[in-house]
């Protein structure tokens, strides 16, 4: 459980360092995303879940 509250803690900081270096960057990525169709995001989100389930896999042993 406190590898999970670690990987929570390192997205949050890498998503704040995104959105306090680049706001504006930030800003069109948002509207980007609310421009995409939601089976595309839903395709993203699962092969970016799968790969992330992979590198920890892979690390951990």
Known sequence: MTDFFAA???V???EGLVFA???EAAKR???NI???PDQTL???G???AA???LIVWIIRG
């Open 8 to 10: 929570l803690g390192l």
């Open 12 to 14: 949050l900081a890498i």
């Open 21 to 23: 270096g680049f706001p």
């Open 29 to 31: 990525a948002s509207q």
């Open 34 to 36: 609310v421009a995409t």
């Open 42 to 44: 839903r395709l993203i």
């Open 46 to 48: 699962v092969a970016s």
């Open 51 to 53: 790969f992330g389930v």
